[in-house]
């Protein structure tokens, strides 16, 4: 470190100890600090994602063999449709935002998110939306039980928990917009000195596509979800065929926003993905150009093809094709990014600590699932495959592997930027292993189930499923004990790990977190730090030339 730099960060020690001063209270509940606002988000994700998951082992347990043995259907169905909602708005979606807010402003050099206020806001609108979601179960009726998609007619006749679905995401939402446009605003604004849009991290990058994703999209589910809850009390017909509505109506609107909405899943992914495998590979990465302007074609392309999932309702032949064939193309910038990963890591002095192989781990398992994906984007094929366990799988390969795998690479990368500790590499590789081994025993299977016929969402099955059917509900049960290792590993990390972590405990590291100490101090870049520092971080990532302007 500089001397210039250790001034730099003088204000950020002093800073570091007023915060002793206020109180528990003060600093959680009243949080407008990106990094404790991020922290929060990080937790309540967790808290969400293994809600969700007992709720998956709780399907997997009555799936094991035929026959109905710890639910009834009814109830069975709550549990897929709160399974679905909680881990897609309550786990996926807030994780990446608290990775956005812990790491963002550190990343392009800003001292805090651009609306410190509303950041505090968006985060404390998620647990009441959760409480409204778990209360669901307990009302008469039980919980929303007509998927995560919400189709009506089921929707429409269900009881109030379906209402208290809707509240949920109208909060969710809320949230979600929020945070989009604080993201938006600090990454046009408060970048560093000498650090132009193209220059950015490539993290900055999809996150800031993701938000604008958002800004389109979510008003739409918002909109659809009123008219259903207007549908279900103001006597309006949107929906309701009986009064002249239309039930299709419903799943046009859904999919405009649901089929952005899995990219806003993904490509926050893609972005951890592309800091990841640089550092690890000790090269910069290939063709960084090339991935901002494939993730923008990825986001323009999501909203034209939200009509590959209503192949099965019906369409005239001529817009099937064109939906099958806009859906086809989103293959090309997706290749492109693989391609540039692995190229990325071709003759690359690679190292392969846990966050490198949960990044592979990810880059192998996302390109299984975008083929799967490729399959089902052909319309014939899909109308043989729609609502099988085909889908099932597909989506969690791009999901579990794509989101997930990619969180917890991102957990193991910055928990030394977080905690100020190192985490334990061998338990790490641990995890990683058995999260890998255990989740191809739980989803490889559903695509032979799928292809055989086996439709999802449904609490019993004929004989010939049962081998498939218990081989993935064993696979489910040690994928989710494999996770109580990891908050293990965290917990143990948190409270002292295997020693301190420098600055920058990964050699091939150079963004700018890892310029300040570890932990990062409370208030950082309340000084922008230095062109020098800028672009000496630049010309180590590659980003530092012509034509790049």
């Known amino acids: 470190m500089t001397t210039a730099h250790d001034a730099l960060h003088a204000p950020a020690h002093d800073h570091a100890h007023e915060e002793h001063h206020v109180s528990f209270v003060q600093r959680w509940f009243y949080a407008t600090n990106h990094k404790d606002i991020g922290t929060l988000y990080l937790w309540f994700a967790f808290s969400m994602f293994i809600t969700g998951g007992i709720m998956a082992l709780c399907i997997r347990a009555e799936l094991f063999q035929p026959g109905l043995q710890f639910w009834q259907p009814d109830f069975f169905n709550q549990l897929t449709t709160l399974h679905g909602v909680i881990m897609?708005?309550?786990?996926?979606?807030?994780?990446?935002?608290?990775?956005?807010?812990?790491?963002?402003?550190?990343?392009?050099?800003?001292?805090?998110?651009?609306?410190?206020?509303?950041?505090?806001?968006?985060?404390?609108?998620?647990?009441?939306?959760?409480?409204?979601?778990?209360?669901?179960?307990?009302?008469?009726?039980?919980?929303?039980?007509?998927?995560?998609?919400?189709?009506?007619?089921?929707?429409?006749?269900?009881?109030?928990?379906?209402?208290?679905?809707?509240f949920a995401i109208h909060l969710l939402g809320l949230s979600s917009i929020m945070g989009s446009i604080n993201i938006v605003t600090t990454v046009l604004n408060m970048r560093a000195p000498g650090m132009t849009m193209l220059k950015m991290p490539l993290f900055g990058w999809t996150m800031l596509i993701t938000a604008y994703l958002l800004i389109a999209v979510a008003p739409v589910l918002a909109g659809a979800v009123t008219m259903l809850l207007t549908d279900r009390h103001f006597d309006t017909h949107f929906f309701k065929a009986i009064g002249g509505g239309d039930p299709v109506l419903f799943q046009h609107i859904f999919w405009f926003f649901g089929h952005p909405e899995v990219y806003i899943m993904a490509l926050p992914a893609f972005g951890i993905v592309s800091q990841i495998i640089p550092t690890f590979a000790r090269k910069p990465l290939f063709g960084y150009v090339s991935m901002v302007y494939a993730t923008c074609s990825i986001a323009i392309l999501s909203f034209m093809v939200w009509g590959h999932h209503m192949f099965a309702v019906g369409m005239p032949a001529s817009t099937q094709l064109f939906f099958m064939f806009l859906t086809m193309l989103i293959a090309v910038p997706t290749g492109v990014k693989v391609?540039?990963?692995?190229?990325?890591?071709?003759?690359?002095?690679?190292?392969?600590?846990?966050?490198?192989?949960?990044?592979?781990?990810?880059?192998?398992?996302?390109?299984?699932?975008?083929?799967?994906?490729?399959?089902?984007?052909?319309?014939?094929?899909?109308?043989?495959?729609?609502?099988?366990?085909?889908?099932?799988?597909?989506?969690?390969?791009?999901?579990?592997?794509?989101?997930?795998?990619?969180?917890?690479?991102?957990t193991y990368y910055w928990l030394p930027k977080w905690t100020g500790n190192m985490y334990h590499e061998g338990r790490g590789q641990f995890h990683f292993w058995w999260s890998m081994v255990w989740f191809n025993v739980t989803f490889f299977p559903?695509?032979?189930?799928?292809?055989?016929?086996?439709?999802?969402?449904?609490?019993?099955?004929?004989?010939?499923?049962?081998?498939f059917n218990a081989i993935a509900s064993i696979g489910a049960f040690c994928f989710g004990l494999g996770q109580i290792f990891f908050l293990f590993n965290v917990i143990h990390t948190i409270r002292g790990g295997v020693g301190k972590a420098p600055a920058k405990p990964w050699e091939?590291?150079?963004?700018?977190?890892?310029?300040?100490?570890?932990?990062?101090?409370?208030?950082?870049?309340?000084?922008?730090?230095?062109?020098?520092?800028?672009?000496?971080?630049?010309?180590?990532?590659?980003?530092?030339?012509?034509?790049?302007?």
């Open 339 to 410: 391609f540039n990963w692995i190229a990325t890591m071709w003759q690359g002095s690679m190292t392969f600590e846990t966050p490198m192989l949960f990044s592979i781990g990810f880059v192998c398992l996302f390109t299984i699932g975008g083929f799967s994906g490729l399959i089902l984007a052909i319309a014939p094929v899909d109308t043989q495959m729609q609502d099988t366990y085909y889908v099932v799988a597909h989506f969690h390969y791009v999901l579990v592997a794509g989101a997930l795998f990619t969180l917890f690479a991102a």
């Open 446 to 467: 559903m695509h032979f189930l799928g292809l055989a016929g086996m439709p999802r969402r449904i609490p019993d099955y004929a004989l010939q499923f049962t081998d």
């Open 88 to 166: 897609v708005f309550g786990a996926i979606m807030p994780a990446f935002t608290g990775l956005a807010n812990w790491m963002l402003p550190l990343m392009i050099g800003a001292p805090d998110m651009a609306f410190a206020r509303m950041n505090n806001w968006s985060f404390w609108l998620l647990p009441p939306a959760a409480a409204l979601l778990l209360i669901s179960f307990f009302v008469p009726g039980g919980a929303a039980a007509g998927g995560w998609t919400l189709y009506p007619p089921l929707s429409i006749q269900a009881g109030m928990g379906m209402d208290l679905a809707i």
């Open 508 to 549: 091939g590291a150079n963004t700018l977190e890892w310029e300040v100490p570890s932990p990062a101090p409370h208030h950082t870049w309340e000084t922008p730090p230095s062109l020098e520092m800028v672009e000496k971080g630049l010309k180590a990532q590659g980003l530092l030339g012509d034509h790049h302007e």
